[in-house]
């Protein structure tokens, strides 16, 4: 096994939000990487709060290569592993190099920190128990067994910038007894213990799923178990940490595993379960450092965001929502803090369901919260009127662009390529576009077009960026105001009672995927067969 070094990952914390142990916080991650490996120009910074962006078999859904160097929001990438595991050794243990994962992956060591977790948060599926010595993971080939030891081997060979350290999570039908959530803390406990262990390499950076469930006492319990000092062997088997806590970077909490337990609990009582998520956090982090960062995958919304930054100081957020909106159509169409006055009548929708046939002529940008970049005037007439105010959305579809040189594929040389200058400003810049519109998405929908989510992905991600910028900006406003904490609410408020939580947008917006999904498969066949008939 080859021997690397894992980059130095640190987390600043503004000097007020390090005085408290819950609320809103801003920090900076900051990512050096080792020399000789890579240049500091590989080095990375990302401002919290901020969203990491989910994959499935290592590639952000819908996005090429390109894709991400043209995609300011794709920042920190989480890989669930558990989707190569169906190959023995995995294929990116094969990769050489010493940022393997990366080069695989394609992602950039100067633009993206990437982590690797055994499972996918968002994946509740039931499985098969854990045991004492493995967990349960699943890939297109069905379960596999996975041990501590070979995810140790694993991250390792990999060398991703942060390691998710296994955890006994129980995917069986909860609610779960008090013996089965004292084995998870035990075991979850007992395998971080098998990160740690002494390596060549020195220790990854580890983030730590928070064990328990929906059980107090056990969050408490586990949380506990990591600052309580070892000795003998088993402080031989973590040296030179002296706790399981000193080894750890930061801290995650998955919501799906939480949410059926909360949802089981309901139906086993038969009235509203007596447990909220705020409680449970609190558990968690009521003892620990208040200086290492936090994470929380699977929120629904942004006001699920705006809450958990409220009440716990949430650091990272998964961005399953803005993906999945993604996939069903739906363009994201929400800013923090709000801008206008207040709204008369309905809530807005956090987005628009493209494929809805309101859309079909309808030839404006994708959302009314943002303006594109604005195209080069033409004989000094500006092509396109927008609100100047407004703030830019980057995304390429707001604001698509032709690259300042020509991208050459093998045959295409520079001796056969059209004159640079239809390809950029006399400054040199890239020459922005008008935008994509709402009708156009509405075409590419509905001809399953995959350029469609591919647009949409990059838009959705790049306005829950904007999100995270301006709740950034609105805690760094009113930090060591007296009234600051006041302030800070009033504008969650007013997001609140803008934007509806409902989701009823991509509820309809997955309605209308499925039925041109079949209309364009199984079914168009079939009816090109009856017509057939018919003649």
Known sequence: MTSLVAPTFTFTLSTRSNAARFGPRIGTISLKRPIPSSSSENDLQISTPSLITTTSRGVVPHLSRDHHSQTSAIKWVNVPFETFLEHNPPVPTLQPGNDPLHTFLGFGLGRHLVSMTA???????????????????????????????EWRNYTQTCNPDI?????????TDPPYSQKRLTKSIDRSASWLATML?????????????????TSIPARTAFSSSLLEPLFGPEAEAIAPFKTLDEGVTGYSFDLVPIRQGIDALERKN??????SIAPLFESSLNRLPTEKIRIVNSVQTPHEVLDLISTIGIDMFSAECAQNAANVGVAFDFAFPVRGGEVVGEKKQLGHNLYDTKYAFDFIPFADSFRGELPPDTNGVQQTVVDETLPVCPCMACSPFTPPSRLYHGVDTPDHSLAEEQFTHPDGSSLYQPPFTRAYLHHLLHT??????????????????SFFKGIREVIAANEGREDGEKRWNVEVQRFKDTYDDNLRVVEEASVGWKEVDLARGKGRLAREKEEVVAE
């Open 119 to 149: 499972r996918d948060p968002a994946d509740g599926r039931e499985m098969p128990p854990n045991g004492n010595k493995q967990i349960s993971a699943m890939t297109l080939r069905g379960v596999r067994k996975l041990s501590p030891t």
């Open 448 to 465: 399953h077009e995959m350029s469609a989510h591919a647009l949409l992905a990059m838009h959705n991600l790049e306005v829950f960026e």
């Open 270 to 275: 038969g009235i509203d379960a007596p447990v």
């Open 197 to 213: 262990a002494p390596s060549p390499r020195g220790t990854p950076n580890i983030i730590l799923h928070m064990a328990g469930n």
């Open 163 to 171: 390691v998710f350290a296994l955890s006994d999570t129980p995917f």
